[in-house]
């Protein structure tokens, strides 16, 4: 994977929301950790996370009867959010500039020393510590079918 480009709702450079995970797999190979997260039986839904070190990106699959691509979370260097490296911007820039592109559902929360704004509009959480992003996580919702909704 070559682009970083963070698209809200769209996606992470060359892979949408809603790829397979078998179209995920050839195009980034198997990853360097993956975990089932739910219960099928208890919860009915299904859920798979895919760890890539290489660039510094996790991405969740859902869906019961195909697993599509449904969230992104990285701590890439590289990671592009409408042109600006996007670990490098403080929160008050986060802000402007999620809201000069539309995104205006606004929360933010401390726990345990970090700061997660949350743009509601977006399905997108940045993380912050000590005032430095650590991580940005996006995604879509994602039926039993593997549709977006």
């Given at each position: ?110 726990e345990d020393g970090e700061l997660r704004v949350t743009f509601e509009d ?28």
């Open positions: 994977m070559k682009d970083f480009t963070i698209m809200p709702l769209k996606g992470y450079g060359e892979i949408p929301f809603g790829m397979t995970l078998d179209d995920t797999v050839k195009l980034l190979n198997m990853p360097d950790f993956y975990e089932e997260l739910s219960d099928m039986e208890e919860t009915g839904n299904r859920s798979i996370y895919y760890e890539y070190d290489a660039i510094q990106t996790n991405i969740y699959f859902e869906g019961v009867t195909k697993s599509v691509v449904a969230c992104f979370e990285t701590e890439n260097e590289a990671a592009t959010l409408y042109g600006k490296k996007v670990l490098e911007l403080k929160k008050d820039e986060v802000v402007k500039l999620m809201k000069d592109n539309g995104f205006k559902e606004l929360e933010e929360e401390t977006a399905l997108m959480d940045f993380f912050f510590e000590d005032d430095k992003m650590t991580a940005v996580s996006w995604g879509v919702l994602v039926d039993e079918q593997g549709d977006i909704i």
